[in-house]
């Protein structure tokens, strides 16, 4: 079947956003580091990040209360409040960062338009995640945007039978292997890996590239038509 519709997940395939929490962590390690030196404050910020994910979700609300438990947790409740108030405040300031859209995505988008259906399918915190869709000025180039509590093979085919989307006519983007290729190629759709920079650990936890059929590696946003006519040619020889 040829690809009728394409997914695009959003943070750091649209717009960047794990900059933004990479420096926050430097700072968490700096002021931390006054009560306790030791070297694995990384280590024990992502391991209460991961513990919470089934509690808070993905996201800078999430993340904002790691960091506040993992202070409390390093310096045996000695963390003052001012310390609290600037971790706190460092949320705030990344809810409130602007939107900055990576180069070549949105000429991208409208040329996929007419001839695609196109979804924003990402995750996190719902209020914030539609606040930065409307921002990057990209919601009327897509048929809609699912904001989703996990990207898993059940919460894809939901949504492609939410839209009446074959997963053999659907292509999805993203720069995570963990969520947005493996849950698609495992329901029977597309996925073109967009590799970047940097990655969250947590999106990074996986076994390399996959070698499953449908699995795609894609070297730039721009190169999506290009790599649609490929399987599309594909599609059509077989």
């Known amino acids: 079947m040829p690809i009728e519709v394409i997914g695009l997940d959003a943070d750091d395939t649209l717009w960047e956003s794990e900059v933004h929490f990479v420096d926050v962590e430097d700072r968490f390690r700096t002021m931390i580091a006054k009560y306790d030196p030791s070297d694995d404050i990384q280590e024990h910020l992502f391991a209460v990040e991961r513990r919470n994910l089934e509690h808070f979700g993905y996201g800078v609300k999430s993340f904002t209360l790691s960091m506040i438990e993992t202070a409390i947790m ?29 180069d070549g995505v949105r000429e991208t988008m409208e040329q996929l338009t007419h001839s695609h259906r196109l979804f924003i399918i990402t995750k996190g ?21 699912e904001v989703l509590t996990e990207k898993d093979p059940p919460a894809y085919q939901r949504v492609l039978d939410r839209h009446g989307i074959s997963a053999d006519e659907f292509l999805m983007v993203g720069n995570s292997v963990k969520s947005d290729i493996l849950p698609v190629v495992n329901i029977g759709g597309h996925a073109a890996h967009l590799d970047t920079e940097v990655t969250w650990a947590f999106e990074a936890d996986h076994d390399g590239h996959p070698d499953k059929d449908g699995y795609h590696l894609l070297e730039s946003f721009r190169a999506i038509p290009e790599l649609v006519g490929a399987i599309d040619r594909v599609s059509s020889a077989s």
């Open 125 to 145: 915190d719902l209020l914030h995640q539609e606040a930065k869709v409307a921002q990057s000025g990209l919601a009327e180039l897509v048929e809609g945007v």
């Open 74 to 102: 390093l310096t045996d409740g000695a963390v003052n409040g001012d310390d609290i108030h600037t971790i706190v405040s460092w949320g705030k300031e990344m809810m409130a960062h602007p939107v900055d859209i990576y």
